[in-house]
C-alpha cells in the first residue's frame, strides 16, 4: 500500500531532528542560569548572615592552627642592664635589575616599610675585679662600668609591610611555579641594616650609660652610701 503523506525521517521521531536543537539549546541555558541564580541566592544569603550574631561563621573561613608545640632550645644567664630603647622605622626601596633585558621582562622593585626596635645596654657581670671600689666608713662608692652596646636589631611584623611590589614577567612566572622567601627576607635584611646605623648615630648608648648611672646611684643611696661616683671604662685594646 502506497501512501501519499509524508513520514517523519528517524532523526525527528528520536527527538533531535533541527526543530528540536533550538529547544535543547534553551534548556541548557536555562540550567546555567538556574545555577547561576542558586550561587547567587547563597552568597546573598551568606552575606546576610553575616549580619546576624551566632550564624555569620556558616559561609565564613576556618583558621586551624596545627603548629607543633614550641621547644627549649637553650637558657641563658643574663646580667646586662638594658637601661633604653629606641623605635625606628625606615622606608626600604630595594630594586633588582638584570643586565640585557627591560624591567618589564625581568626585575624587581619592593618598597617596604620596616619598623623595629634596638636597645642599648650595659653588661654589668663584666665589671672587673677593681671596678667597684668603697671607702672604710661604706658612705663612699666609686664604680668604673663597661660602656653601654648596642644590640640587634628587632623588626616588629605587627608595624612592617609591603607597600608594593613590582614583578617582571619571568619573575612573576617563577613566583608562580615555586615560592621565593628570600625576597621577604633580602628586605627584611636591609631594613632591620638601615635602622642599624642609625641607632648608632642615635645616640642610645649615651642615654643608656646615664640612665644606668642614674640606676645605680639611686640604688646605693638608698643603702646608705652618701656619695656615689660612676665611670665608663674604655673597652679593651682600645
Known sequence: MTSTGTEPDSSERRGDGPAARPAAKKRGWAKALGICAVALVLLFAGTRLSLIPGLGDIFGERTNDRSGPAVLKSIQDMSAYEAASGNFQV????EKDAKFLPDAIRGTRTLYVGAGTVGASV?????????????EDRTEATLTLPHAVLGKPALDPDRSYSVSKQRGLLDRLGDFFSDNPGSEQAVNKLAAQHIGE????????????KNTANMLKGLLTSLGFTKVTVTFAAPAGS
Open 123 to 135: 653588661d654589668l657581670g663584666k665589671v672587673a675585679k677593681d671596678g667597684v671600689v668603697v671607702d
Open 198 to 209: 642609625a641607632a648608632k648615630e642615635s645616640g642610645l648608648t649615651a642615654r643608656a650609660e
Open 91 to 94: 622606608v626600604v626601596d630595594l
